[in-house]
């Protein structure tokens, strides 16, 4: 099951071997971060992207090294949702947005924006958001 940076419940990076090994060699060029990618990237362009670029930060690595150790049994009783930004779909979280559908008792909602809806789609994050917050389990 996916979990935080791009990780499943075994540890293994769903991306490949060389995806990681080209995040490994980002990571270290920049001081064990990920370099922020260009907002152009989630379709973000004109004074939105440059706004968003002014205040991206590098990525700490280790969310994408290190495991989340969990119990698998409790985690899948809870209620899970995913907001899935599909335009432009973010291409570097493809096999994880494959993944991610096909778990059962997961809710899928689709926004058509790109990965940054809290600059694209605000309010309309706001909505999905306080729908799921006040949904019954």
């Known amino acids: 099951e996916f979990v935080a940076g791009g990780r499943h419940r075994q540890g293994r990076d769903h991306r ?13 060029a920049n001081g064990h971060a990920l370099p922020p990618p260009d907002p152009a990237d989630f379709g973000i362009g004109g004074a939105d992207r440059d706004w968003l670029a002014r205040r991206q930060v590098p990525h700490p690595f280790g969310p994408y090294r290190d495991p989340l150790h969990f119990n698998g049994d409790r985690w899948g009783q809870l209620p899970r949702s995913f907001i899935d930004c599909v335009q432009p779909a973010y291409a570097s979280i493809a096999a994880m947005r494959e993944r991610v559908r096909a778990m059962p008792g997961l809710k899928v909602i689709e926004m058509q924006t790109g990965h940054c809806p809290m600059v694209t789609e605000p309010q309309l994050l706001v909505q999905h958001l306080l729908a799921l917050a006040a949904a019954p389990d």
Not at 16 to 28: E, F, H, Q, S, W
């Open 16 to 28: 490949g071997a060389d995806a990681a090994a080209a995040r490994t060699a980002a990571a270290l």
